[in-house]
């Protein structure tokens, strides 16, 4: 068997459960990146939807959308990979899952096609 022949079969050889880890990990490591895109879509999908309306969900709205944004961009979500918060959470697993559990909370509300609404000073989301 000569070199190209291992080659060939090195080719063919089944990814190794390292390989998939190492998959899994890649993906798993820009949890807080893929939620965070996914709510930011989501609030300029809820905007369109209530566009040239004036009303205070409208507003309301637009309010949460800058607040997020600057959220985001304090705490470097969209940051270089090197740089962003899913790379500084690596060493912090429980920080990280409390960051993605409350992405995933706002992702979920924004995707119910709810609208926020003021209630007794504390907001929350109703349905249209």
């Known amino acids: 068997m000569d070199s190209q022949d291992s080659a060939m079969e090195s080719e063919k050889a089944p990814k190794t459960r ?3 880890n190492k998959d899994v990990a890649e993906e798993a490591g820009d949890v ?3 939620l965070a895109c996914e709510c ?3 609030f300029d999908a809820r905007l369109a939807e ?3 309306q004036q009303s205070p969900v409208a507003e309301l709205l637009t309010e949460y959308q800058q607040r997020f944004a600057i959220w985001a961009a304090y705490l470097g ?3 270089r990979k090197s740089q962003s918060l899913d790379k500084r959470l690596e060493n912090y697993p429980d920080v990280a899952d409390l960051a ?3 992405l995933d909370v706002l ?3 924004l995707a119910q096609r709810g609208c926020p609404a003021t209630h007794g000073g504390r907001s ?3 349905s249209f």
């Open 40 to 42: 930011e879509a989501l």
């Open 100 to 102: 993605a559990l409350l």
């Open 107 to 109: 992702r979920s509300n």
């Open 18 to 20: 390292q390989d998939n």
């Open 32 to 34: 807080l990146y893929n």
């Open 124 to 126: 929350a989301f109703l």
């Open 50 to 52: 209530l566009e040239g």
């Open 77 to 79: 979500v969209f940051a």
